[in-house]
């Protein structure tokens, strides 16, 4: 087992209210579902079906194989009701309505085994393909049926990560319980066998001592894979960061692990890659983690992708209680305001998270007992062990900079915020941005949180950067020289622009 390693900067967030328990619980058939026809990495697919066309579960409904991409599948069955596009996530997208017939069945793909190791190559990358799992995760697994920006033959490290940094997680013992955590093993070892020439690293939270040991043991025969114990420091999940703490390379900023030839897929995608390849299950539903102090009962929910929010997350809300939804990550996830929308492959958490607009008098000198603080400021830092409260009031309005240099102290990448926005609220757009590294900024938001002055950090460098654009910079010029060996690139800007 590898020595832990971490990075520079980050913070521990510990013990916010709403954890979710290690509870998993199966959502019912919903009757109807709107399937989007992009989810996860690469293109839209091409519509497959038309209006009143009977579809089965598993089916899929739209695929282009002509670009980055991979199939999308019925995750009910019944009857095809409406082919339309909408506004979804900022971006149009084709989606599929369908009426379902309550019916729990669904197409199994064919050639799926137990026996996988009989398999070649090409067909366990197909069944992975055809399942919709190489969609998965922020750049995709790669095929040869061009589901990323490279090949396998191209990747030199797959890094698999259950490292729980962010303020709220999908709680690990929940996804290994039972026979999930051999099913974890021979996922990876599938995974491995069509990328061959890839070292294997297996990222685990540190303080999961009992899982810890349970995946040495089974891995121990493995000479090619080796189990990394993190520091569960947030951004420690972010793609950039386990490339630096692990394989101790720099990161192309601005493109994906990929380009350097590292695939990073998390523990679910691990375990939908096994189902794919030995039970032939197609990527239809998803387990998602229900947190935040708004929840009834913060737990796991596995639902049919296409399901409408609403039906997940209204019967679950304490009464009394508006919340504000955020996808994914409550420092970086899209706030979810119309909850018609459906999940898609994408969906890991879905946080509620209670409104508070009131303006509390002389807050600052409350005691904070149960608020968290970069600053020690509050009581609730001196125990670590103190549940801590969860809410989107601020507390207070933006002031001055006091050149406290927390922002500095947190950064992952070693760029100083504060300066940063000073010159971009001033206007001042040029080469000192560049020159600030402005694009090395990976957007987690841990500036802005621990900003005593309340300062949106993270908001105007991102208006930086894009201001930097328009103004005609290229911000290749800030990276390509550092790197002659990247792969994909022109695949990974295509795929980005579809």
Not at 212 to 218: G, H
Not at 314 to 326: A, N
């Amino acid at each position: 087992m590898k020595k832990m390693r971490t990075f520079k900067g980050g913070y521990r967030f510990l013990n916010f209210e709403g954890q979710p328990k290690d509870i998993l619980e199966e959502a019912s058939i919903p009757s109807r579902v709107t399937i989007p026809l992009r989810q996860g990495f690469g293109g839209e697919g091409d519509c497959l079906v038309n209006p009143g066309d009977k579809v089965s579960a598993g089916q899929i409904i739209g695929a282009h194989d002509y670009g980055v991409s991979s199939p999308v599948h019925a995750s009910i069955s019944g009857v095809v009701t409406e082919v339309k596009r909408f506004n979804y996530f900022k971006r149009d997208c084709l989606m599929v309505s369908i009426q379902g017939d309550g019916s729990p069945e669904y197409q199994r793909a064919t050639g799926a085994t137990s026996a996988w190791e009989q398999l070649s190559e090409e067909a366990i990358e197909r069944l992975l393909y055809l399942s919709g799992v190489t969609a998965l995760d922020r750049e995709g697994i790669p095929t040869r049926m061009r589901s990323s920006v490279i090949l396998p033959e191209d990747v030199t490290s797959l890094i698999i990560h259950g490292v729980g940094s962010e303020p709220y997680n999908t709680s690990l013992e929940m996804q290994l319980q039972g026979k999930h955590m051999l099913n974890l093993v021979e996922g990876i070892r599938i995974l491995r066998k069509i990328m061959a020439k890839a070292k294997v690293y297996l990222a685990i939270n540190c303080q999961r001592k009992k899982i810890l040991e349970q995946i040495n043991k089974l891995t121990a025969q493995y000479e090619w894979l080796e189990v990394c114990p993190l520091e569960p420091r947030y951004p420690q999940g972010f793609d950039e960061m386990l490339v630096s703490a692990i394989l101790g390379q720099k990161f192309p900023y601005g493109y994906s692990a990929a380009n350097i030839g590292v695939v990073i897929l998390n523990v679910q995608a691990v375990l939908q890659a096994y189902e794919a390849v030995v039970e032939g299950k197609p990527l239809i539903e998803r387990t998602i983690a229900l947190c935040g102090p708004a929840f009834k009962e913060p737990l796991h929910i596995k639902a049919r992708i296409g399901t409408a929010l609403n039906d997940i997350v209204s019967p679950r809300i304490k009464e009394g209680i508006t919340p504000r939804f955020v996808l994914n990550g409550i420092l970086t996830g899209p706030e979810l305001k119309d909850l018609t929308l459906p999940i898609d492959k994408t969906y890991a958490q879905i946080l509620a998270i209670p409104e508070n607009h009131k303006r509390e008098f002389l807050s600052f000198l409350q005691f904070g007992p149960l608020s968290d603080s970069y600053s020690h400021t509050f009581v609730a830092q001196a125990y670590p062990k103190a549940v801590k409260s969860c809410e989107t009031n601020m507390h207070g309005e933006a002031r001055p900079c006091i050149s406290c240099n927390y922002c500095e102290e947190v950064c992952p990448v070693g760029i100083i915020p504060h300066l940063l926005s000073k010159y971009v609220q001033r206007s001042i757009i040029d080469e000192t941005l560049m020159n600030l590294r402005i694009f090395n900024c990976i957007e987690c938001g841990l500036c802005s949180y621990v900003c005593p002055s309340k300062i949106p950090l993270a908001k105007h460098i991102k208006e930086g950067q894009e201001k930097l654009t328009v103004s005609g910079c290229d911000r290749n010029q800030c990276i390509l020289p550092y790197f002659s060996n990247l792969r994909g690139i022109e695949e990974y800007r295509g795929a980005k622009q579809l």
